[in-house]
DNA sequence: GAATTCAACCTTGTATACAAGTTAGTAAGC
DNA sequence: GCTTACTAACTTGTATACAAGGTTGAATTC
């Protein structure tokens, strides 16, 4: 398959919008719902949306219950965190191959370019920065020359963007987030390979510890606010 | 679902089955086939077919061709040692954690039972050795506590079984097999954790310098080698 | 009122039919 | 002989129908 037939075609349509349900906390954690449900929703057949199943599920997703129906993978805190030691581990690895390879600053020249620009250039849009900040820590993954880590970590990040997205203190730490990004590529650009090692796995661990602090409650308000800035991005009607 | 009913469905079967050809060598890399062949094969409609074929593609063993058949992955020399790399990082992760582990010889008790055992027990079955030297790397991860890291493990050295299976060589290695396994879990008991991660390394580096010396030839040999020994296994017809 | 049973409804698992795109073979033209 | 065009056959992508098991609600029994 050419992937832009696959790109335009009705089962890989309704496996994005799924999952971005579920990064944007339309379907949470736990919810339950069936292949006609979805079908309809998506103005399709279940042959399509049961293809888009069977790979969300695949990714860790959502589950299958025999004659019963579908379920997102409920939250569960130790999964996250084992998430997290996994992306940790792939990224001081990362970092530590970057620090060793004699081409790094040509591999990491568009992350600086974005990262380390002047202050007047850097975004002030946190939903922007939000995004630009996932792609920097692809992007270490993705310059390392190991094209299954970068798969594996982007797998495992896509996982843990939920937790991301219910931190809500992450909207003021925008100018935090470019100085620690800038300060990463230059200890790598340095060789400071132990600094920048440390450097990330503090950096991530900020991530990690709010995982315990996420409870029902703040859940249900990201459908709320999630559900309220796709509101604001649509287009006003013209009558 | 529960599990009892997924072991139990028609999906599951031709997804074990595709997986065992794939690894035995019925079906090659590169090789292409269709959806109405293997439902013909596996004597069920096209619908278990495709969801067998779906979990296969993203499990990295399979690519659909749009409108035009399916294939296995092709053979790719950089992806095996890609995947030897993220496994050499996932196993030294699980060694130092074991090291660093007040519990760790209750953890690897099972392990030691079957590889610290004296020389008059050991298996001569280079088929049960083989396996059991899988059962072994991924011991490791599952007893360390990181669910996840042992998930992707596994999903690692799947992926790289067909490479272990066209080395013909391990089959004389069975006693280098037990003592390089009992001495990496002393080393562990013992806390040694620099000598282990880089006793470890070498022994899953012997596995990756194979990779490049793998040819169509002897991917052919494997063919013919695992057909025979599959004809020996069938029971003796009843006459 | 609580527990049990049963049937209807719902769901996934599977089979089959139709639609849409690709490929290979054949015929015609140069 | 080579190239091009066309068509039939083949394939996947999707829709629909049927089968098999689970769940829920109502009725019955204690």
């Known amino acids: 398959m050419t992937s832009a037939a696959r790109t335009t075609n009705i089962a890989e349509r309704i496996y994005q919008q799924l999952k971005l349900d579920i990064f944007d906390f339309q ?23 049961r293809e888009a199943l069977y790979r969300l599920e695949r990714d860790g997703y959502v589950q299958v219950h025999f004659r019963s129906g579908w379920q997102v993978r409920p ?10 030691d996994v992306r940790i581990l ?6 530590r191959r970057l620090c060793e390879d ?5 591999r990491l020249a568009g992350l600086m370019t974005i990262w380390c620009c002047r202050p007047e250039q850097r975004s002030h849009d946190s939903s922007e920065v939000a995004f630009l900040d996932e792609e920097f820590h ?25 937790i991301r997205r219910l931190d809500f203190t992450q909207k003021g730490r925008i100018e935090a987030t470019y100085k620690e990004h800038s300060e990463i590529l230059d200890d790598i650009c340095h060789g400071r390979r132990d600094k920048v090692v440390n ?14 602090e996420i409870t029902l409650h ?22």
């Not at 004699?102 to 040509?106: N, P």
């Not at 692809?138 to 939920?162: D, K, P, T, Y």
């Open 27 to 49: 379907l949470l954690p736990g919810d339950r719902f069936s292949e006609s449900e979805i079908a309809r929703r998506m103005s399709a057949s279940r042959t399509p949306v």
């Open 75 to 84: 939250f569960d805190f130790q999964y996250f965190e084992d998430l997290y």
């Open 90 to 95: 792939l990224e001081a690895e990362a970092v």
């Open 102 to 106: 004699k081409d790094r600053e040509g």
């Open 138 to 162: 692809f992007g270490l993954l993705e310059c390392g020359q190991n094209q299954e880590m970068a798969a594996i970590h982007r797998s495992v990040c896509e996982r843990l963007r939920i």
């Open 199 to 212: 450097h990330l796995k503090k950096h991530i661990e900020i991530s990690k510890n709010t995982v315990r």
């Open 218 to 239: 703040r859940i249900q308000e990201a459908r709320k606010r999630y559900a309220e800035d796709k509101n604001m991005d649509m287009p006003p009607k013209v009558t």
